[in-house]
């Protein structure tokens, strides 16, 4: 499990890196040194302040980590990892770089729309293929029905790969999409539990 944790790790500080050498580039090391670093490397304090918009943060349990919080390009994610089992929950405001919706998600068009989503993020430091639909559900969050597809997927980086599976959920209760909100949960194959992903999702901020 750890190779997909050291994958989204990795990721991050690519997006890190690239907004880094922006606020350098227009600003010089001064700005980079007052808003970047603060920005992209937040304190465990203001991952939770962040996750506050999405999770009841003072009722979440302990073994719920808030790993970091992201925010670039209009998409904004909060990653959550669960101590018991190593699962990686992540809550993300896609804006309009992910096309998945409570209308979409169980249409029969959604693998044509995961394929689409994974060419956008093509250049990533990771390539995500062989995205398969296993399952199509339902599942109750926080008095709300939540519609998710079950997926398994292969994840690559620098020629390593590790097989995922998990669930992707479209929480959104608007329709507009800048406020498009998902759920990512997955953890190596075989190793997915539903019932961590059902726990996390009482936390949920119901909006």
């Known amino acids: ?48 302040q962040r996750a506050g918009e999405f999770i009841n943060t003072a009722k979440l349990p302990k073994h719920f980590e808030l790993k970091n919080y992201v925010s670039l390009l209009g998409t904004h994610a909060i990653i959550a990892n669960d101590k018991n089992n190593n699962q990686k929950i992540t809550i993300i405001k896609a804006g309009k770089l992910i096309n998945i919706t409570k209308d979409n998600i169980h249409s029969k068009n959604i693998d044509n729309i995961l394929e689409q989503t994974a060419n956008k993020l093509s250049y990533l430091p990771l390539q ?4 398969k639909v296993t399952k199509k559900g339902f599942i109750k969050s926080s008095g709300t029905t939540l519609p998710y597809i079950k997926v398994n997927a292969q994840v690559i980086y620098k020629d390593n790969g590790v097989n ?33 992903t059902e726990n996390f999702l009482k936390y949920i901020k119901n909006k």
């Open 128 to 131: 995500v293929s062989r995205i």
């Open 164 to 196: 995922v599976e998990g669930i992707i959920g479209a929480l959104n209760h608007s329709k507009d999409k800048d406020k498009n909100l998902l759920l990512f949960s997955f953890n190596k194959r075989n190793n997915y539990n539903q019932k961590t």
């Open 1 to 48: 499990m750890g190779c997909l944790w050291h994958i989204i790790r990795e990721t991050i500080s690519f997006i890190v890196g690239v907004v880094a050498l922006i606020c350098l580039i227009v600003g010089g090391y001064t700005l980079y040194q007052k808003i970047c670093t603060d920005y992209i490397f937040p304190s465990d304090a203001k991952v939770r």
